[in-house]
C-alpha cells in the first residue's frame, strides 16, 4: 500500500503548483515516513519542473548539493548566485533559507543535499527525455 499523501500521477503543472518550501520545512528533519517520502517524491519532482522551466542546467544543481554538504545550507542561502540564472537563483535560495532555519545540524544538510542532487538528476531526466523525442 502506498501510504504517500499524494497520488503518483501528478502533472508536471500540478506538480508546479506544490509548495516547495513546506515540503522541505516538514521533510528535511523528518524522520524516514511519509512527510519524507513525499520531500524526495513528489517535493523534488516538482523542484525539477520549475528549475527545468526555467533553463536550469542539472549540472549546476548537483554542484549546488556539493555545495550544500561540503557548505551547509545556511552558507549556501548566503551565496550572491547559488545558480547561474537570476530566476533559478531566487527560487532555490528560497528553499535553502528554509533548510537553514530547521534545527538538525549535519544531518539536515545532507538530507538537503542529497535531496538537491535528486532534483539534478531528475531535471538530466527530463532533458534526455526531450532530447530523445526530438532524435526519434
Known sequence: MNDAPNPPDRTDDELARLDITALLRHGLAAEPGTRR????GDGAAAAAVLLDRLGTEPRSVAFLAETVRAGGLARAAELPEPLPRPDAAVLVREWLRAGSELVGGIAVDDTAATWLRAVATIIEL???TRARGRSA
Open 126 to 128: 527530463k532533458q534526455l
Open 37 to 40: 517520502t513525499a520531500l524526495f
